[in-house]
Protein backbone atom coordinates (compact mmCIF):
# COMPACT_ATOMS: atom_id res chain seq x y z
CA UNK A 1 0.00 0.00 0.00
CA UNK A 2 0.86 3.38 -0.58
CA UNK A 3 1.17 6.01 2.16
CA UNK A 4 -1.48 7.97 0.78
CA UNK A 5 -3.45 4.92 1.44
CA UNK A 6 -2.20 4.61 4.73
CA UNK A 7 -3.50 8.06 5.63
CA UNK A 8 -6.94 8.15 4.48
CA UNK A 9 -9.79 9.13 6.70
CA UNK A 10 -6.70 8.45 9.55
CA UNK A 11 -8.73 11.29 11.26
CA UNK A 12 -12.17 9.99 10.94
CA UNK A 13 -10.84 6.88 12.17
CA UNK A 14 -9.03 7.93 14.87
CA UNK A 15 -11.94 10.12 16.62
CA UNK A 16 -14.64 7.47 15.91
CA UNK A 17 -12.99 4.11 17.34
CA UNK A 18 -13.27 3.14 21.07
CA UNK A 19 -10.88 -0.01 21.00
CA UNK A 20 -10.13 -2.34 24.07
CA UNK A 21 -6.45 -0.88 25.43
CA UNK A 22 -5.16 -3.47 26.54
CA UNK A 23 -1.82 -3.61 25.20
CA UNK A 24 -0.83 -0.73 27.69
CA UNK A 25 -1.57 -3.32 31.01
CA UNK A 26 0.23 -5.86 29.24
CA UNK A 27 3.28 -4.16 28.02
CA UNK A 28 5.96 -5.97 27.83
CA UNK A 29 4.74 -9.52 27.74
CA UNK A 30 5.88 -11.71 24.89
CA UNK A 31 3.50 -13.45 22.60
CA UNK A 32 3.47 -17.32 23.00
CA UNK A 33 4.72 -19.16 19.95
CA UNK A 34 2.39 -19.03 16.97
CA UNK A 35 3.05 -22.50 16.31
CA UNK A 36 1.09 -23.18 20.15
CA UNK A 37 -1.94 -22.45 17.80
CA UNK A 38 -4.25 -25.07 15.84
CA UNK A 39 -6.00 -23.42 13.50
CA UNK A 40 -7.44 -26.55 12.16
CA UNK A 41 -10.32 -26.34 14.66
CA UNK A 42 -11.61 -22.82 14.22
CA UNK A 43 -12.52 -23.90 10.55
CA UNK A 44 -15.98 -25.00 10.10
CA UNK A 45 -17.50 -27.63 8.13
CA UNK A 46 -18.73 -25.09 5.83
CA UNK A 47 -17.11 -22.34 5.53
CA UNK A 48 -14.14 -23.55 2.64
CA UNK A 49 -15.48 -21.40 0.16
CA UNK A 50 -15.14 -20.99 -4.24
CA UNK A 51 -16.27 -17.96 -5.05
CA UNK A 52 -16.29 -16.52 -7.88
CA UNK A 53 -16.69 -12.51 -6.37
CA UNK A 54 -16.56 -9.55 -8.22
CA UNK A 55 -15.47 -7.13 -5.44
CA UNK A 56 -14.04 -7.24 -2.31
CA UNK A 57 -16.91 -5.97 -0.57
CA UNK A 58 -18.87 -9.16 -1.77
CA UNK A 59 -16.27 -11.38 -0.69
CA UNK A 60 -15.77 -10.29 2.96
CA UNK A 61 -19.52 -10.21 3.01
CA UNK A 62 -19.54 -14.32 1.92
CA UNK A 63 -16.59 -15.03 4.31
CA UNK A 64 -18.53 -13.13 7.20
CA UNK A 65 -21.72 -14.93 6.45
CA UNK A 66 -19.89 -18.24 6.64
CA UNK A 67 -18.53 -17.53 9.97
CA UNK A 68 -21.93 -16.14 11.23
CA UNK A 69 -23.84 -19.22 9.90
CA UNK A 70 -20.99 -21.95 11.71
CA UNK A 71 -21.51 -20.34 14.80
CA UNK A 72 -25.47 -19.57 14.46
CA UNK A 73 -25.14 -15.88 14.61
CA UNK A 74 -28.15 -14.05 13.58
CA UNK A 75 -26.62 -11.44 12.24
CA UNK A 76 -23.54 -11.34 10.21
CA UNK A 77 -23.49 -7.70 9.78
CA UNK A 78 -21.38 -7.12 12.81
CA UNK A 79 -18.37 -9.53 11.54
CA UNK A 80 -18.60 -7.77 8.12
CA UNK A 81 -18.72 -3.95 9.55
CA UNK A 82 -15.66 -5.06 12.34
CA UNK A 83 -14.07 -6.51 9.32
CA UNK A 84 -14.16 -3.14 7.08
CA UNK A 85 -12.88 -1.28 9.99
CA UNK A 86 -9.79 -3.01 10.28
CA UNK A 87 -9.36 -3.04 6.27
CA UNK A 88 -9.85 0.81 6.63
CA UNK A 89 -6.71 1.27 8.64
CA UNK A 90 -4.58 -1.19 7.18
CA UNK A 91 -4.88 -3.80 3.70
CA UNK A 92 -4.32 -6.95 5.23
CA UNK A 93 -3.10 -8.20 2.11
CA UNK A 94 0.12 -10.52 3.00
CA UNK A 95 1.65 -11.19 -0.56
CA UNK A 96 1.85 -14.66 -2.52
CA UNK A 97 -1.35 -14.66 -3.10
CA UNK A 98 -2.99 -14.29 0.03
CA UNK A 99 -4.94 -11.96 2.50
CA UNK A 100 -5.77 -11.93 5.96
CA UNK A 101 -8.98 -10.01 6.94
CA UNK A 102 -9.23 -10.35 10.25
CA UNK A 103 -11.75 -8.38 13.06
CA UNK A 104 -12.21 -8.32 17.06
CA UNK A 105 -16.04 -8.20 17.98
CA UNK A 106 -17.39 -8.11 21.37
CA UNK A 107 -19.08 -10.64 22.25
CA UNK A 108 -17.83 -13.40 19.89
CA UNK A 109 -16.69 -16.43 21.75
CA UNK A 110 -13.12 -17.50 21.00
CA UNK A 111 -11.97 -17.99 17.46
CA UNK A 112 -13.25 -18.54 14.32
CA UNK A 113 -11.43 -18.89 10.74
CA UNK A 114 -13.34 -19.18 7.51
CA UNK A 115 -11.27 -19.38 4.14
CA UNK A 116 -12.54 -18.38 0.56
CA UNK A 117 -10.55 -19.30 -2.39
CA UNK A 118 -10.61 -18.55 -6.11
CA UNK A 119 -7.97 -19.92 -8.93
CA UNK A 120 -8.34 -17.01 -11.32
CA UNK A 121 -8.19 -14.15 -8.12
CA UNK A 122 -10.37 -11.96 -6.11
CA UNK A 123 -10.19 -8.31 -6.34
CA UNK A 124 -8.89 -6.85 -3.08
CA UNK A 125 -8.06 -3.04 -3.98
CA UNK A 126 -4.35 -3.65 -3.75
CA UNK A 127 -1.36 -3.62 -6.15
CA UNK A 128 -0.44 -6.92 -6.04
CA UNK A 129 1.94 -8.98 -8.63
CA UNK A 130 -0.11 -11.63 -8.16
CA UNK A 131 -4.38 -12.89 -7.73
CA UNK A 132 -5.17 -12.89 -4.43
CA UNK A 133 -5.99 -16.50 -4.76
CA UNK A 134 -6.35 -17.03 -0.97
CA UNK A 135 -8.35 -14.99 1.83
CA UNK A 136 -8.31 -16.27 5.23
CA UNK A 137 -10.82 -14.37 7.63
CA UNK A 138 -10.01 -14.48 11.69
CA UNK A 139 -12.82 -13.44 13.95
CA UNK A 140 -12.40 -13.10 17.85
CA UNK A 141 -13.31 -11.67 20.77
CA UNK A 142 -12.46 -8.20 21.48
CA UNK A 143 -10.80 -8.50 24.35
CA UNK A 144 -8.36 -11.21 22.99
CA UNK A 145 -5.78 -8.97 21.68
CA UNK A 146 -2.91 -11.00 22.46
CA UNK A 147 -4.25 -14.05 21.37
CA UNK A 148 -5.89 -12.42 18.25
CA UNK A 149 -1.83 -11.59 17.50
CA UNK A 150 -1.00 -15.03 18.18
CA UNK A 151 -3.48 -16.40 15.74
CA UNK A 152 -2.63 -14.33 12.72
CA UNK A 153 1.35 -14.99 13.60
CA UNK A 154 0.45 -18.58 13.60
CA UNK A 155 -1.76 -18.03 9.69
CA UNK A 156 0.71 -16.31 8.23
CA UNK A 157 3.48 -18.30 9.62
CA UNK A 158 1.59 -21.02 7.46
CA UNK A 159 0.91 -19.59 4.14
CA UNK A 160 4.29 -18.30 3.83
CA UNK A 161 5.10 -21.99 2.75
CA UNK A 162 4.10 -22.54 -1.26
CA UNK A 163 3.31 -26.16 -0.33
CA UNK A 164 0.77 -24.98 1.84
CA UNK A 165 -0.73 -22.53 -0.51
CA UNK A 166 -0.90 -25.03 -3.39
CA UNK A 167 -2.38 -27.60 -0.58
CA UNK A 168 -5.22 -24.98 0.54
CA UNK A 169 -6.12 -24.79 -3.07
CA UNK A 170 -6.52 -28.07 -3.76
CA UNK A 171 -8.43 -29.15 -0.51
CA UNK A 172 -11.33 -31.35 -1.42
CA UNK A 173 -13.00 -30.09 1.83
CA UNK A 174 -13.30 -27.97 4.57
CA UNK A 175 -11.93 -31.24 7.14
CA UNK A 176 -8.78 -31.38 4.02
CA UNK A 177 -7.99 -27.62 4.82
CA UNK A 178 -8.47 -28.26 8.94
CA UNK A 179 -5.81 -31.20 8.25
CA UNK A 180 -3.43 -28.89 6.37
CA UNK A 181 -3.37 -25.99 9.30
CA UNK A 182 -2.97 -28.41 11.75
CA UNK A 183 0.35 -29.71 10.20
CA UNK A 184 1.57 -26.64 11.72
CA UNK A 185 1.02 -25.13 8.37
CA UNK A 186 4.53 -26.28 7.24
CA UNK A 187 5.41 -28.73 4.68
CA UNK A 188 8.53 -30.48 6.32
CA UNK A 189 12.21 -29.11 5.03
CA UNK A 190 13.96 -30.51 2.68
CA UNK A 191 15.68 -34.23 3.98
CA UNK A 192 18.97 -35.15 3.67
CA UNK A 193 21.23 -37.45 5.90
CA UNK A 194 23.51 -35.99 8.04
CA UNK A 195 26.93 -37.19 7.34
CA UNK A 196 28.85 -39.04 9.91
CA UNK A 197 31.12 -35.78 11.60
CA UNK A 198 27.04 -34.07 12.22
CA UNK A 199 26.47 -37.71 14.06
CA UNK A 200 29.60 -37.46 15.97
CA UNK A 201 29.24 -33.72 16.90
CA UNK A 202 25.81 -34.51 18.15
CA UNK A 203 26.80 -37.80 20.12
CA UNK A 204 29.73 -36.66 21.86
CA UNK A 205 28.03 -32.46 22.19
CA UNK A 206 27.61 -32.71 25.90
CA UNK A 207 31.47 -34.24 26.84
CA UNK A 208 33.14 -31.69 23.75
CA UNK A 209 31.50 -28.68 25.82
CA UNK A 210 33.10 -29.82 28.99
CA UNK A 211 36.01 -30.47 27.94
CA UNK A 212 36.33 -26.63 26.67
CA UNK A 213 34.52 -25.02 29.78
CA UNK A 214 31.28 -24.24 27.91
CA UNK A 215 28.19 -24.30 30.06
CA UNK A 216 25.70 -24.47 27.59
CA UNK A 217 25.38 -26.19 24.46
CA UNK A 218 22.90 -24.25 20.82
CA UNK A 219 22.94 -26.45 17.84
CA UNK A 220 21.51 -24.99 14.81
CA UNK A 221 19.48 -27.62 12.95
CA UNK A 222 18.15 -27.44 9.70
CA UNK A 223 17.16 -31.31 9.20
CA UNK A 224 14.85 -33.51 10.70
CA UNK A 225 17.40 -36.59 10.54
CA UNK A 226 19.04 -34.10 13.00
CA UNK A 227 16.45 -33.69 15.18
CA UNK A 228 16.02 -37.30 15.52
CA UNK A 229 19.91 -37.64 16.47
CA UNK A 230 19.36 -35.05 19.19
CA UNK A 231 16.05 -37.11 20.41
CA UNK A 232 17.68 -39.94 20.97
CA UNK A 233 20.47 -38.83 23.15
CA UNK A 234 19.88 -38.86 27.26
CA UNK A 235 19.18 -35.78 29.25
CA UNK A 236 18.17 -34.02 25.46
CA UNK A 237 16.80 -30.76 28.13
CA UNK A 238 20.81 -29.68 28.48
CA UNK A 239 20.64 -28.25 24.64
CA UNK A 240 19.61 -25.31 23.16
CA UNK A 241 17.73 -25.53 19.88
CA UNK A 242 18.23 -23.16 16.91
CA UNK A 243 16.43 -23.38 13.50
CA UNK A 244 15.37 -21.27 10.43
CA UNK A 245 12.46 -23.64 9.60
CA UNK A 246 9.26 -22.92 11.05
CA UNK A 247 8.57 -27.05 10.62
CA UNK A 248 11.79 -28.13 12.38
CA UNK A 249 10.83 -25.44 15.26
CA UNK A 250 7.52 -27.06 16.18
CA UNK A 251 8.78 -30.70 16.26
CA UNK A 252 11.73 -29.06 18.32
CA UNK A 253 9.37 -27.67 21.00
CA UNK A 254 7.32 -30.77 22.05
CA UNK A 255 11.08 -32.27 23.15
CA UNK A 256 12.90 -29.39 24.51
CA UNK A 257 12.05 -26.56 26.75
CA UNK A 258 14.60 -24.45 24.78
CA UNK A 259 13.97 -23.58 21.15
CA UNK A 260 14.89 -20.29 19.23
CA UNK A 261 12.86 -19.46 15.60
CA UNK A 262 15.82 -18.15 13.72
CA UNK A 263 15.26 -15.14 11.01
CA UNK A 264 14.40 -17.57 7.62
CA UNK A 265 16.75 -15.46 5.08
CA UNK A 266 20.42 -17.58 4.81
CA UNK A 267 23.16 -16.10 7.03
CA UNK A 268 26.68 -16.43 6.97
CA UNK A 269 28.22 -18.67 9.88
CA UNK A 270 29.66 -15.71 11.61
CA UNK A 271 26.06 -13.86 11.51
CA UNK A 272 24.22 -17.22 12.27
CA UNK A 273 26.57 -17.88 15.54
CA UNK A 274 26.17 -14.44 17.01
CA UNK A 275 22.91 -13.68 16.15
CA UNK A 276 21.33 -16.82 17.52
CA UNK A 277 23.19 -16.16 20.85
CA UNK A 278 21.81 -12.83 20.73
CA UNK A 279 18.55 -14.31 20.74
CA UNK A 280 19.49 -17.01 23.33
CA UNK A 281 20.44 -14.12 25.34
CA UNK A 282 17.10 -12.25 25.01
CA UNK A 283 15.20 -15.21 25.59
CA UNK A 284 16.55 -15.91 28.71
CA UNK A 285 18.01 -19.10 27.62
CA UNK A 286 21.70 -18.07 27.65
CA UNK A 287 23.18 -15.63 30.76
CA UNK A 288 26.05 -13.41 30.88
CA UNK A 289 27.99 -15.74 32.60
CA UNK A 290 28.09 -18.48 30.24
CA UNK A 291 30.12 -20.06 27.80
CA UNK A 292 28.42 -21.16 24.45
CA UNK A 293 29.60 -23.95 22.33
CA UNK A 294 27.50 -23.13 19.19
CA UNK A 295 27.02 -26.59 16.66
CA UNK A 296 26.49 -25.20 13.07
CA UNK A 297 26.93 -26.34 9.54
CA UNK A 298 26.83 -24.10 6.58
CA UNK A 299 23.44 -24.16 4.27
CA UNK A 300 22.05 -28.02 4.02
CA UNK A 301 25.72 -29.51 4.30
CA UNK A 302 25.72 -30.62 8.06
CA UNK A 303 27.00 -29.72 11.53
CA UNK A 304 30.54 -28.98 11.02
CA UNK A 305 31.80 -26.44 13.27
CA UNK A 306 31.83 -26.25 17.05
CA UNK A 307 32.37 -22.10 17.79
CA UNK A 308 32.69 -21.21 21.62
CA UNK A 309 31.59 -17.96 23.02
CA UNK A 310 32.12 -16.24 26.16
CA UNK A 311 28.98 -14.43 26.81
CA UNK A 312 30.38 -11.98 29.74
CA UNK A 313 33.26 -11.51 26.79
CA UNK A 314 31.64 -10.68 23.79
CA UNK A 315 28.52 -8.84 24.94
CA UNK A 316 28.68 -7.90 28.72
CA UNK A 317 29.10 -4.27 27.78
CA UNK A 318 26.24 -4.65 26.51
CA UNK A 319 23.78 -6.35 28.93
CA UNK A 320 22.01 -5.50 31.94
CA UNK A 321 22.82 -6.51 35.65
CA UNK A 322 20.32 -9.32 34.91
CA UNK A 323 22.04 -10.31 31.60
CA UNK A 324 19.11 -8.51 29.43
CA UNK A 325 20.34 -6.73 26.36
CA UNK A 326 17.48 -3.58 27.54
CA UNK A 327 15.09 -4.17 30.37
CA UNK A 328 13.04 -1.47 28.06
CA UNK A 329 12.54 -4.07 25.10
CA UNK A 330 10.86 -6.67 25.17
CA UNK A 331 12.67 -9.99 24.22
CA UNK A 332 9.67 -11.31 21.54
CA UNK A 333 9.82 -7.32 19.51
CA UNK A 334 13.81 -6.97 19.05
CA UNK A 335 13.10 -10.90 17.46
CA UNK A 336 10.70 -9.33 15.48
CA UNK A 337 11.84 -6.32 14.27
CA UNK A 338 15.16 -8.48 13.46
CA UNK A 339 13.95 -11.21 11.44
CA UNK A 340 11.74 -8.06 9.89
CA UNK A 341 15.17 -6.44 8.88
CA UNK A 342 16.64 -10.27 7.39
CA UNK A 343 13.48 -10.42 5.41
CA UNK A 344 13.70 -6.33 4.31
CA UNK A 345 17.68 -7.25 3.38
CA UNK A 346 16.95 -9.99 1.50
CA UNK A 347 14.04 -9.11 -0.42
CA UNK A 348 14.13 -5.59 -0.46
CA UNK A 349 11.07 -3.93 -2.26
CA UNK A 350 9.48 -4.15 -5.84
CA UNK A 351 12.93 -5.57 -7.39
CA UNK A 352 15.52 -3.02 -5.37
CA UNK A 353 17.25 -2.97 -2.29
CA UNK A 354 16.32 -1.26 0.66
CA UNK A 355 18.32 0.74 3.65
CA UNK A 356 16.20 2.06 6.99
CA UNK A 357 16.65 2.19 10.76
CA UNK A 358 14.47 0.70 13.49
CA UNK A 359 14.89 2.11 17.10
CA UNK A 360 13.44 0.75 20.17
CA UNK A 361 12.76 2.96 22.65
CA UNK A 362 11.02 5.15 25.08
CA UNK A 363 9.50 7.61 21.98
CA UNK A 364 9.41 10.59 24.82
CA UNK A 365 13.10 10.00 25.84
CA UNK A 366 13.62 9.98 21.75
CA UNK A 367 12.09 13.06 21.13
CA UNK A 368 14.52 15.66 21.61
CA UNK A 369 17.04 13.93 19.57
CA UNK A 370 14.38 13.44 16.41
CA UNK A 371 13.08 15.68 13.53
CA UNK A 372 9.59 14.67 11.44
CA UNK A 373 10.37 14.60 8.00
CA UNK A 374 7.32 13.50 6.54
CA UNK A 375 3.62 13.26 8.03
CA UNK A 376 3.96 10.20 10.10
CA UNK A 377 1.77 7.60 8.49
CA UNK A 378 1.18 5.76 12.25
CA UNK A 379 -0.33 8.85 13.86
CA UNK A 380 -3.73 8.44 15.25
CA UNK A 381 -4.40 4.83 15.13
CA UNK A 382 -5.38 2.71 17.57
CA UNK A 383 -2.26 1.28 19.46
CA UNK A 384 -3.05 -2.54 18.71
CA UNK A 385 -3.46 -1.80 15.38
CA UNK A 386 0.39 -0.75 15.08
CA UNK A 387 2.24 -3.49 17.34
CA UNK A 388 4.94 -4.73 14.89
CA UNK A 389 4.27 -8.28 16.30
CA UNK A 390 1.14 -8.04 13.92
CA UNK A 391 2.17 -10.04 11.13
CA UNK A 392 -0.13 -8.63 8.86
CA UNK A 393 1.54 -5.41 9.28
CA UNK A 394 4.53 -6.56 8.06
CA UNK A 395 3.73 -5.36 4.33
CA UNK A 396 2.87 -2.11 5.42
CA UNK A 397 6.59 -1.63 7.19
CA UNK A 398 7.97 -2.89 4.43
CA UNK A 399 6.63 -0.26 2.17
CA UNK A 400 7.31 2.71 4.84
CA UNK A 401 10.75 1.32 4.76
CA UNK A 402 10.89 2.83 1.27
CA UNK A 403 10.87 6.43 3.37
CA UNK A 404 13.80 8.30 4.31
CA UNK A 405 14.20 8.24 8.21
CA UNK A 406 13.85 5.27 10.58
CA UNK A 407 11.02 4.17 12.13
CA UNK A 408 10.27 4.71 15.97
CA UNK A 409 8.82 1.69 18.04
CA UNK A 410 8.29 1.39 21.93
CA UNK A 411 9.74 -1.47 23.98
CA UNK A 412 6.64 -2.96 24.02
CA UNK A 413 6.37 -3.46 19.69
CA UNK A 414 4.05 -0.49 19.12
CA UNK A 415 5.43 1.78 16.17
CA UNK A 416 5.69 5.30 17.28
CA UNK A 417 6.59 6.32 14.12
CA UNK A 418 8.26 6.14 11.05
CA UNK A 419 9.92 8.90 8.67
CA UNK A 420 11.66 10.20 11.39
CA UNK A 421 14.82 11.91 11.57
CA UNK A 422 17.16 11.22 13.88
CA UNK A 423 19.80 13.96 15.13
CA UNK A 424 21.58 12.76 18.07
CA UNK A 425 23.95 15.58 17.51
CA UNK A 426 28.22 15.02 17.42
CA UNK A 427 28.44 12.21 19.99
CA UNK A 428 31.62 9.79 20.12
CA UNK A 429 30.68 6.43 18.72
CA UNK A 430 32.80 3.25 17.77
CA UNK A 431 31.85 2.55 14.50
CA UNK A 432 34.21 1.21 11.89
CA UNK A 433 35.50 3.19 9.07
CA UNK A 434 33.14 2.89 5.71
CA UNK A 435 30.02 3.12 7.53
CA UNK A 436 27.75 5.87 6.02
CA UNK A 437 25.44 9.11 7.80
CA UNK A 438 22.62 6.11 8.35
CA UNK A 439 24.76 4.11 10.73
CA UNK A 440 26.38 6.58 12.01
CA UNK A 441 22.85 8.18 13.08
CA UNK A 442 21.41 4.91 14.22
CA UNK A 443 25.02 3.93 16.46
CA UNK A 444 24.79 7.75 17.77
CA UNK A 445 21.28 7.64 19.00
CA UNK A 446 21.96 4.94 20.81
CA UNK A 447 24.50 7.03 22.63
CA UNK A 448 22.04 9.67 23.89
CA UNK A 449 19.40 7.65 24.59
CA UNK A 450 18.22 4.52 26.51
CA UNK A 451 17.41 2.34 22.95
CA UNK A 452 18.73 -0.32 20.78
CA UNK A 453 18.90 0.39 16.63
CA UNK A 454 18.71 -1.64 13.87
CA UNK A 455 20.31 -0.20 10.34
CA UNK A 456 19.92 -2.10 7.34
CA UNK A 457 22.54 -1.07 4.48
CA UNK A 458 20.87 -0.28 1.28
CA UNK A 459 23.92 -1.10 -0.52
CA UNK A 460 25.29 -4.16 0.72
CA UNK A 461 22.05 -5.93 2.83
CA UNK A 462 24.23 -5.89 5.94
CA UNK A 463 21.81 -5.52 9.24
CA UNK A 464 23.90 -3.57 11.96
CA UNK A 465 22.65 -4.12 15.99
CA UNK A 466 23.16 -1.50 17.96
CA UNK A 467 23.40 -0.11 21.21
CA UNK A 468 25.50 2.45 23.61
CA UNK A 469 26.82 3.42 21.00
CA UNK A 470 28.77 0.62 19.59
CA UNK A 471 27.90 -2.08 17.39
CA UNK A 472 26.64 -5.65 18.62
CA UNK A 473 26.45 -7.33 15.72
CA UNK A 474 26.91 -7.13 11.88
CA UNK A 475 25.08 -9.34 10.23
CA UNK A 476 25.91 -10.55 6.71
CA UNK A 477 23.53 -12.48 4.28
CA UNK A 478 24.70 -15.83 3.43
CA UNK A 479 24.34 -17.75 0.01
CA UNK A 480 22.13 -20.35 1.06
CA UNK A 481 18.37 -20.50 0.17
CA UNK A 482 15.93 -19.76 2.44
CA UNK A 483 13.77 -21.98 4.39
Given at each position: MTLKEALREKEEKSAGKSRDQAADKDEGKRPAPAEEVRLGALLGPSSLLDLDAGSKKELLCALAEAVARERRLGDWQPLYQATCEREAVVSTYLGEG?????????????????????????????????????????????????????????????????????????????????????????????????GQL????????????KDIGATAVLVAIESL??????????????????????????????????????????????????????MGITSGF?????????????????LDTITVLAINKEFGRFLTASGEISTKVSPGVLERVLSLASEISSEGREGRPIGTIFVIGDPDELAPYCQRLVI????????????????????????FSTIDG?????????????????????????????????????????AVADCVSIAISQSTGQISLFQKGAMILAAEKGKGQEL
Amino acid sequence: MTLKEALREKEEKSAGKSRDQAADKDEGKRPAPAEEVRLGALLGPSSLLDLDAGSKKELLCALAEAVARERRLGDWQPLYQATCEREAVVSTYLGEGVAVPHARVPGFEGFAIAIARSRKGFPYEVETAEPVQLAILLVGNESLQHEHVRHLAAIASAVKDPRVRSDLLAAKDAQEAARILDAGGKGPPRRRRPGQLSKLLLSHARTIAKDIGATAVLVAIESLEELAILKRLPRRDSFIIATRSAHLAESAEKLFKRVLRLPSPALSRDTLVRLGTLMGITSGFISRDDVVAFLSGQHQSGLDTITVLAINKEFGRFLTASGEISTKVSPGVLERVLSLASEISSEGREGRPIGTIFVIGDPDELAPYCQRLVINPFRGYPEEERNILDPTLKETVKEFSTIDGAFIIKGNGIIHSAGTYLRPGEVAVELPSGYGTRHRAACAITAVADCVSIAISQSTGQISLFQKGAMILAAEKGKGQEL
